[in-house]
Structure formats: structure tokens, C-alpha cells
């Protein structure tokens, strides 16, 4: 069981907006940044927002994070065929003392 | 250009000892940490520690101390992920990463290509 949670599927059908959600608590996502990575079907991967809301050169402004106390959301608008993946949040957890928990993924099927 | 490179797939029997590797390029390797994802067959990510190369300065997750051991090589710019006994249950996809660590914000900013390591008898 993941530290932060997520909702294990999303879907959406192309140009429309998705968004995936995750919970966390005061020693996670309510006291440090939120990280989220897209992995592409057979593929490492990809840091897609960083500091909750930043974007990597090259990830596409479709792409938005927000954080409120103890959760965040990633949100894609204008869905496309390509954004089929798996979505991971993550934050640092002050309490365990060791690197960044994950949250158990979101499987974004675009119908 | 930024790279991590991981060494190949294995096919291990359990009780066997192995060590993966994970070479980068394109950075000043001593000057980042260097973190360890275990990813299960159809399942999520998990991180397994994080080695700072500088000064071999090593932080496991509390699900894996004890269980791996992580290292890194500064002269060749190689860290590793290493398992004295491996289990089948340590069938899994695994990954390294480059960790960015600027002013209280911390991020895997690149990642290797993935080591599938396959335990069986």
C-alpha cells in the first residue's frame, strides 16, 4: 500500500481534460514539494512537473500541477492519444527519514 | 547531454549474488545524488535509496535497508545496486536516476533505461 494515494485509472477521451488526484498527509505533500512522472507504456519514467507546478523544458503547457495542504492534482487539458500512460505523484516524507515515497500510479486510458 | 546508461538484463537463480550498474554521462557525476527505483511486474514505482557518489554518503528506504546494498564509483562515473542473496521476489524492473536537489525542492530529473533482473530457479 502506497504511501500517497491515487486513483487507479482515469480516462478521457481526446481534447478533453483530465485530472488525477493524490493524497498524502502533513509529513509528505503538506510539508514538501510535489513531483510528478509520466511513464509511457515499456519505458522509463519522465519527470513531468517538479515544485508542484513546474514544467521540465519540452513537457507541453497542457500539463499543470497545483498542490492544496495535503494533496495535489495533475491536470492534462487537451487530451491526445500520446498522453496514454501511467502517472506517478511523489513527494518527500520527513517522517521516514529516507528518499521520496510514490504514489501507487494512475493508468490514463484516452478513449 | 545528460545520460544514464544501466548494464543489462540478468536471469538469476535464487541464491545467487548480482550487482547492476548505472554509468553517467553529459554531468559532474560526484556532484549528484543518485537514486534507485524498483519497478514489480505490473506495478508502481517504489524507491529503494539514494547515494551521493562525492562522498559515498548512502540513504536506504526503509523497505530495503538491509536487503541492497548501494555504491558508486566516482572515478568512472558508475553507481550500483547490488544483492548478495538474490529471492524470486526480486523480479522486477530497476531503474536509476539522476536526483536534482536545488533549494529544498528534490527531483528525478533523468532516468537510466531500466535493468529487467529475473530471479528463478
Known sequence: QSVLTQP?????????????????????????????????????????IFSNNQRPSGVPDRFSGTKSGTSASLAISGLQSEDEADYYCA???????????????????VL | EVQLVQSGAEVKKPGESLKISCKGSGFIFSSYWIGW???????????MGIIYPGDSDTRYSPS???????????????????????????????FCARLLAVAGRRHLDFWGQGTLVTVSS
Open chain 2, 37 to 47: 527505483v524498483r519497478q514489480m511486474p505490473g506495478k508502481g514505482l517504489e524507491w
Open chain 1, 91 to 109: 513527494a518527500w516524507d520527513d517522517s521516514l527519514k529516507g528518499p521520496e515515497v510514490f504514489g501507487g500510479g494512475t493508468k490514463l486510458t
Open chain 2, 64 to 94: 530495503f535497508q538491509g536487503q541492497v546494498t548501494i555504491s558508486a564509483d566516482k572515478s568512472i562515473s558508475t553507481a550500483y545496486l547490488q544483492w548478495s542473496s538474490l529471492k524470486a521476489s526480486d523480479t522486477a524492473m530497476y
Open chain 1, 8 to 48: 487507479p485509472s482515469a480516462s478521457g477521451t481526446p481534447g478533453q481534460r483530465v485530472t488525477i488526484s493524490c493524497s498524502g498527509s502533513s509529513s509528505n505533500i503538506g510539508s514538501n514539494t510535489v513531483n510528478w512522472y509520466q511513464q509511457l507504456p515499456g519505458t522509463a519514467p519522465k519527470l513531468l
